[in-house]
T-cell receptor, first 113, second 108 residues
Framework: DVKVTQSSRYLVKRTGEKVFLECVQD?????MFWYRQDPGLGLRLIYF???????EKGDIPEGYSVSREKKERFSLILESASTNQTSMYLC???FGTGSYEQYFGPGTRLTVT | GENVEQHPSTLSVQEGDSAVIKCTYS??????FPWYKQELGKRPQLIID?????GEKKDQRIAVTLNKTAKHFSLHITETQPEDSAVYFC???????FGKGTRLSVIA
């Protein structure tokens, strides 16, 4: 059974703080993704990674960075949190090259005040 | 890049009726089209997917059709049940580009 976990379910941070969101998967998946989910906007891709040390920008990378030092772990970093980054953040992973099912984590609801 | 439009944004049906959700995409090179279901407070989960070499796929009460010429694909749910109530997302391409979602309510 695939398991994708995220470090926090709820997080409250202040404007300007550096924020780290961690995602870990236990299925040896090559691919990992970070999305943000906002009402009426669906799931928007922030960054993704197809291999260790590799990262690619998604549709909305501004204000974010990522790190993938180990295959099972993909971190999303908000260098200086802003109120417009208040959102639900979902991590996902999938197997190999090509198109395969993405398994999502439970999400982190981040509030920036 | 790819753009996915999804309609309707909300859909209410009586229990036992059918529900249809439609999506269009812009990139003719896209060849993978999954559908995800997200129940309230839970993570999205894949319910069915289709690849461009197939026109239709069925799994019990759910089916997906794909028209590559028109660049649209649809989700069909028959004999709807209250537990089908959720938000449904279509997606296309790799990496996935998602539609904005359809909130389906099945009224008992």
């Amino acid at each position: 059974d695939v398991k994708v976990t995220q470090s926090s379910r709820y997080l409250v941070k202040r404007t300007g703080e550096k924020v780290f969101l961690e995602c870990v998967q236990d299925m040896d998946h090559e691919n990992m993704f970070w999305y943000r989910q906002d009402p009426g906007l669906g799931l928007r891709l922030i960054y993704f990674s197809y291999d260790v040390k590799m990262k690619e920008k998604g549709d909305i990378p501004e204000g974010y960075s990522v790190s993938r030092e180990k295959k099972e772990r993909f971190s999303l970093i908000l260098e200086s949190a802003s109120t417009n980054q208040t959102s639900m953040y979902l991590c996902a992973s999938s197997f190999g090259t090509g198109s395969y099912e993405q398994y999502f984590g439970p999400g982190t609801r981040l509030t920036v005040t | 890049g790819e753009n996915v439009e999804q309609h309707p944004s909300t859909l209410s049906v009586q229990e036992g009726d059918s529900a249809v959700i439609k999506c269009t995409y812009s990139d003719s090179a896209s060849n993978y089209f999954p559908w995800y279901k997200q129940e309230l407070g839970k993570r999205p989960q894949l319910i069915i997917d289709i690849r461009s070499n197939v026109g239709e796929k069925k799994d019990q009460r759910i089916a997906v059709t794909l028209n590559k010429t028109a660049k649209h694909f649809s989700l069909h749910i028959t004999e709807t049940q209250p537990e089908d109530s959720a938000v449904y997302f279509c997606a296309a391409n790799t990496p996935l580009v998602f539609g904005k979602g359809t909130r389906l309510s099945v009224i008992a």
